[in-house]
């Protein structure tokens, strides 16, 4: 009896730990997030800030097709996330900077243990119709994000292109809840570039813009004053 009371009064004290454990653990995450989230509003920078152009390479279809997107933040979300303009209005879809989602361990970077999370992926959901291809469809879109990149280097860079089918089952015997899940089918590839640094580059090219014209035009402003 008396061991069998200590053996119940351990698993409980273990219980209680662990308990505690995930409580304080939880609590330092959502202060974590919440002070991430007010220092991003405050500053007012945007995660993605441009316009971008997405080239989509999509052999299955047939199909080549540029557009140009737009990412909106909305605020005080973790990760950041929302709205992605294409053109002119002529569609829209969600943004989302990710963990790697076939590596969900990962997922240790949004638990606080770096002072910022490296969301190496940004998925994008589109109408099919926003980028040429039929109605009715939805394209997910992963691109390579860098969370802290060099001088010059882009946020995005390049990454793949699903069709996704949303199919939705019965999660319990009697029918009366339902799950979905999505289906994607790889189809071909996507490019992202700044339109500014892309213009940028090509002047360079060009030699319509000096790589060192902004540095000598800087010290020809700090000789007149």
Known sequence: QKKRKMMVRKVVQVCLHFLWLVFS??????ITLQRRA????????????????LSLSLPSANSFTVVTAQFIDDE??????????????????????????DDRKDGLWVWGLFSEPLYPFCLISLPSES????????LALRLNHKARPDDDAPLLTKGSV???KVTTINADALGLARASYNDDTAIGTVSATLIQQQQKQQSE?????????TAVSADREDQQV
């Open 25 to 30: 653990v939880t609590s330092a995450l959502q």
């Open 38 to 53: 007010f220092v991003k509003m405050s500053s007012g920078i945007e995660t993605l800030p441009g316009r971008w152009r």
């Open 76 to 101: 005080g979300f973790e990760p950041p996330q929302g709205r992605v303009i294409i053109g002119d209005g002529d569609g829209e879809g969600r943004w989302l900077l990710s963990e790697d989602p």
């Open 131 to 138: 980028v040429g291809l039929p109605s009715g469809g939805q």
């Open 162 to 164: 699903f069709l996704r």
């Open 205 to 213: 090219e060009f030699g319509l813009i000096s790589p060192t014209s």
